[in-house]
């Protein structure tokens, strides 16, 4: 897909004939420098946003040229979001935000499997808590949940762990790589550190719009070199 924003001198290619597989039942972190164009394909890849060319699938599905409606339902059923602002409802129980969702699309939760998502999440005991009573890994557990609970074909993550500190952030990660192992969920992560890529079964390096590398099983060290590889072509 390509996406272009602006027309003549403005015109930003943010996305440059880019072509990826985004494999079911695995964890895919996103990573690149700042203006890469990381958002952008997420955004295009969860149609939040346009292509300017190119055919987007999800679990089957061609999204791109789906009308808003059909689109606004597809995100709704098949889709779950987890964003670095933890979203949720101040006046909801953590309970309440986890099922929602759920319930908006005019489904009847389905108790064993928000069960076995609670727990996989560690929440048992704060169900009963509104979110200004979690801490901040607390509350973007809850939001995990909240997005695993619907039992989505993917779950888009943008820089999950962006307000959290690094014990809090660990959490989270190691729940949203629990929730693909155990499972089965699909989940694509956005995210600038390479110890939170490190959790990924494979990292897709963006550069300029374009796709110039990927690692699979990567560690924090091995991401790193890549990145102050790429910092080496760029600046030279
Ligand atoms: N709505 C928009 N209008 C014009 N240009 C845009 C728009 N959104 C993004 N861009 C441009 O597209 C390019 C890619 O942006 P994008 O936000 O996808 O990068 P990113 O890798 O997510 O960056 P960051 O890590 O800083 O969030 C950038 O050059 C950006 O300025």
Same mark, same amino acid.
């Given at each position: 897909?390509?996406?272009?924003?602006?027309?003549?001198?403005?015109?930003?290619?943010?996305?440059?004939?880019?072509?990826?597989?985004?494999?079911?039942?695995?964890?895919?972190?996103?990573?690149?420098?700042?203006?890469?164009?990381?958002?952008?394909?997420?955004?295009?890849?969860?149609?939040?946003?346009?292509?300017?060319?190119?055919?987007?699938?999800?679990?089957?599905?061609?999204?791109?040229?789906?009308?808003?409606?059909?689109?606004?339902?597809?995100?709704?059923?098949?889709?779950?979001?987890?964003?670095?602002?933890?979203?949720?409802?101040?006046?909801?129980?953590?309970?309440?935000?986890?099922?929602?969702?759920?319930?908006?699309?005019?489904?009847?939760?389905?108790?064993?499997?928000?069960?076995?998502?609670? $727990?996989?999440?560690?929440?048992? !005991?704060? +169900?009963?808590?509104?979110? =200004? @009573?979690?801490?901040?890994?607390?509350?973007? *557990?809850?939001?995990?949940?909240?997005?695993?609970?619907?039992?989505?074909?993917?779950?888009?993550?943008?820089?999950?762990?962006?307000?959290?500190?690094?014990?809090?952030?660990?959490?989270?990660?190691?729940?949203?790589?629990?929730?693909?192992?155990?499972?089965?969920?699909?989940?694509?992560?956005?995210?600038?550190?390479?110890?939170?890529?490190?959790?990924?079964?494979?990292?897709?390096?963006? $550069?300029?719009?374009?796709?110039? !590398?990927? +690692?699979?099983?990567?560690? =924090? @060290?091995?991401?790193?070199?890549?990145?102050? *590889?790429?910092?080496?072509?760029?600046?030279?």
């Amino acid at each position: 897909m390509t996406k272009a924003y602006g027309e003549g001198d403005t015109r930003v290619v943010a996305l440059d004939a880019v072509d990826i597989e985004i494999p079911r039942g695995r964890l895919t972190a996103i990573m690149g420098p700042s203006g890469s164009g990381k958002s952008t394909l997420m955004h295009c890849l969860a149609g939040l946003d346009s292509v300017t060319r190119g055919r987007v699938w999800i679990a089957g599905t061609e999204i791109t040229g789906l009308k808003d409606k059909e689109l606004t339902k597809l995100r709704r059923d098949k889709i779950g979001f987890v964003f670095q602002a933890f979203n949720l409802l101040p006046t909801l129980t953590a309970e309440e935000n986890i099922t929602l969702p759920t319930a908006i699309a005019g489904r009847k939760p389905d108790a064993d499997w928000v069960e076995q998502v609670v $727990a996989a999440v560690g929440l048992q !005991d704060r +169900l009963r808590h509104r979110p =200004a @009573e979690l801490s901040g890994g607390q509350q973007q *557990r809850v939001a995990c949940a909240r997005a695993l609970a619907a039992r989505p074909e993917i779950i888009f993550a943008d820089e999950p762990t962006g307000n959290l500190d690094s014990r809090a952030g660990a959490e989270v990660l190691s729940f949203l790589r629990r929730s693909v192992d155990v499972l089965g969920q699909t989940v694509v992560m956005v995210t600038h550190d390479p110890g939170a890529a490190s959790y990924a079964h494979r990292v897709v390096f963006l $550069a300029d719009g374009r796709i110039v !590398d990927e +690692l699979a099983d990567p560690t =924090a @060290e091995g991401v790193l070199e890549r990145m102050k *590889r790429f910092d080496k072509i760029r600046t030279s």
